[in-house]
């Protein structure tokens, strides 16, 4: 088996059958890593010689007969404000490339605890702030379906989405607090899961905006992202809002039935931007999709409008982003990116009341969408609306990647972002599945047969070295 595009799920067995072996398998993502990135620019830092020393020691574990779990003895990409005790972390900015993490964060506690390798810090958007992928002091990666043309690649988790595309890892770790997640699985071809708020602990995770932040997978597969949900999903002390979780059930997604569920679909005419012709096109495929699958679709009557949700959601992040940089955002002398910093400072002209009242808002939309989406199963939306531009092309003023992803963020969905076949010229499509919260097992039930009938992941893109 070549590892390079291969699902968790596959390179585990091929662990537990014996064909390959732990340090096989690392070192074969090393040497890709190395072959690759320099063009690609997914990393920002990665530790080839601890990494292999893991993977020996694990291979040493199974061996003896200790096997942590599924995962055990795999790889995986982290992004760069995961904290890992004594790790540089410099959550995308020039202006913390010295910065140290202090602890573990939960995620890394749990991802060492399942066996897991992290091979390498994945490059981001400086300080989590943006939907395009852009970084201009630290690097923008390019995304790996043009060899000619540098095309964004979606933020704010840029090289999760990279690395898990161009076969530089089989999975990864990002955060989404306005499509982060779900934005680069879209625009590089893989899957993207934003769980809900409080399903996965936030504890070490450098905060864009503590009220919508949320950490998810990236992966090849649907059943990639539920394993690492499952790994990192429960409750921790220090995230009190993994308390109010309901206990996730391992694998249970896998039992349930598509024939006759529900699924709301988003009307063009509600629609906050209109979708190019070929994204259009992957939209509607996905709905005749689901109604081979035996789904009843429901054209959706939203008690709300997705433009307003976004707005309100960016007002929250930009508060409180603010609050978090604004000891040194006014420094014109500190490294900042400048779209990043009028991101961040136009924060400090949200007021107090209006940052509690769009709180309020938050917590009564949050209710509105749970008596909503009581009829169904998930709703489904696109993920972006046209397909990855040249880097020279963004307007940084604005944000229309951020059009279907914000909502769910503001409203206390989950949202799985899936592949949805490719454009003329190459370029990866998506849809998204939005779900009640906490409802992420029938979201990944219908994901993963949706993901049959639509997706293209055995397509690969074709790289050149450095």
Not at 172 to 192: E, Y
Not at 198 to 216: A, N, W, Y
Request: with cysteine; hydrophobic share 45%.
């Amino acid at each position: 088996m070549d590892p390079s595009f291969a699902s968790l799920a596959d390179l585990s067995k091929a662990l537990s059958e014996g064909s390959l072996t732990s340090s096989t398998i690392t070192r074969h993502f090393l040497e890709r890593i190395a072959r690759h990135d320099k063009a690609l620019g997914a990393f920002v830092h990665v530790d080839a010689e601890r990494a292999m020393s893991m993977a020996e020691g694990l291979d040493k574990l199974r061996a003896s007969g200790v096997v942590y779990g599924p995962l055990h003895g795999l790889p995986i990409a982290v992004k760069d404000l995961v904290d890992w005790q004594d790790e540089t972390c410099t959550v995308g900015s020039a202006t913390w490339k010295d910065r140290r993490s202090t602890s573990d964060a939960t995620v890394m506690h749990k991802l060492l605890a399942a066996g897991m390798i992290p091979i390498g810090r994945a490059a981001m958007v400086e300080f989590a702030f943006g939907g395009w992928g852009t970084n201009p002091i630290c690097g923008t990666p390019r995304n790996p379906w043009d060899r000619q043309t540098h095309r964004i690649p979606g933020g704010s988790s840029s090289g999760s989405g990279v690395a898990v595309a161009a076969g530089l890892a089989p999975a990864a770790i990002g955060s989404d607090t306005g499509g982060s997640v779900r934005i680069p699985a879209a625009l590089n071809g893989i899957v993207g899961l934003k769980p809900t708020y409080g399903r996965i602990s936030l504890k070490g995770c450098f905060p864009l905006s503590s009220t919508l932040d949320s950490i998810g997978p990236m992966t090849r597969t649907v059943a990639d992202a539920a394993l690492l949900l499952d790994a990192l999903s429960g409750p921790d002390a220090s995230d009190p809002a993994t308390r109010l979780a309901p206990a996730l059930k391992p694998g249970a997604w896998q039992g349930m039935r598509t024939q006759g569920m529900r699924v709301a679909v988003m009307r063009e005419e509600d629609f906050p931007i209109p979708l190019d012709a070929e994204s259009q096109a992957a939209y509607d495929q996905a709905k005749e999709a689901l109604i081979s699958l035996g789904v009843t679709l429901v054209p959706a009557d939203l008690p709300f409008a997705f433009n307003d949700l976004t707005e309100s959601n960016g007002r929250i992040i930009a508060a409180e982003a603010y609050a978090v940089h604004r000891d040194y955002i006014h420094d014109e002398s500190v490294p900042i990116g400048p779209y990043v910093r009028q991101r961040v400072l136009a924060g400090a002209n949200v007021s107090a009341n209006d940052y509690i009242e769009t709180l309020a808002d938050h917590r009564r939309m949050k209710a509105v969408y749970a008596d909503f989406m009581k009829p169904f199963d998930a709703l489904l939306t696109p993920t972006v609306p046209f397909p990855a531009i040249p880097v020279s092309e963004v307007d940084e003023s604005a944000v229309p990647m951020a059009a279907y992803g914000r909502p769910a963020n503001y409203v206390g969905a989950c949202g799985l972002a899936l592949p949805a076949g490719f454009t003329e010229t190459g370029l990866p499509l998506s849809v998204q599945l939005m779900g009640a919260a906490f409802a992420e097992e029938p979201l990944l039930a219908l994901g993963a047969a949706l993901e049959q009938c639509i997706s293209t992941t055995d397509r690969q893109p074709h790289l050149t070295a450095a």
